[in-house]
């Protein structure tokens, strides 16, 4: 959903902003940031870098995002997706876009909205997750720097190499490695911090691997 934040947030922009100010408005690094431009880029949406001392971002001034680049089944899938999302994340729910998308067109968004309220009841989590907490940032940080992340669970610290966030019935986890491969719990996380040490060795994926993980 960031992207979509960045996407508004230049379209309101009168003037050119710099990747430095975008990363620190978001709390993401630079290299996160030029990631992002590079997906709305792909995206089509016209997105223009000027490098040097007066260098920053800057989305051409004559676009506008029309409402009927979407069907009303983008709409629907859109919007679902969204609804589900403000549920279960709390970064998504303070960011109100389904709000913002009423911008774009009110009537359709509002009428899928009452819809999915309707028939579509979300009852997975007592808490919504939340990536932009003092831990998940610190595991960011080491995420962007393929760096080794000092734990603290249950008043025990070990160092471990952090993969992947892995969304599960039991909440939000982390999915890293010390000698095996385990699962954490974000919310048993009381601390975290980046290590100096890296590691560039192969890593086997979540989704190859959840069969054998040993959960914390």
Known sequence: MRLLDILFYLLRCNS???IKELSEIFNVSTKTIRR???????LGIPITIYRGVNGGVEIDKNYIISKYILKYSDYES???????????????????????FKFVDNDRCSKILSNL??????DLYEEEFDTKNKICK?????????????????GNKFEVYPISYVLRKEGLCLYCYREKYMIILINKISNAIMCSKSYDGPIISYIENKNKIKFI
């Open 16 to 18: 050119k902003v710099t």
């Open 78 to 100: 859109l919007i679902f997706a969204l609804y589900i999302g403000e549920k279960i994340s709390k970064d998504i729910s303070e960011s109100f876009l389904i709000e913002k």
């Open 36 to 42: 992002d431009l590079d997906k709305l880029s792909i």
């Open 117 to 122: 309220r309707q028939r579509f009841i979300i």
């Open 138 to 154: 610190e595991i960011d940080k080491s995420l962007d720097n393929k760096s080794f992340i000092q734990l603290e669970v249950n």
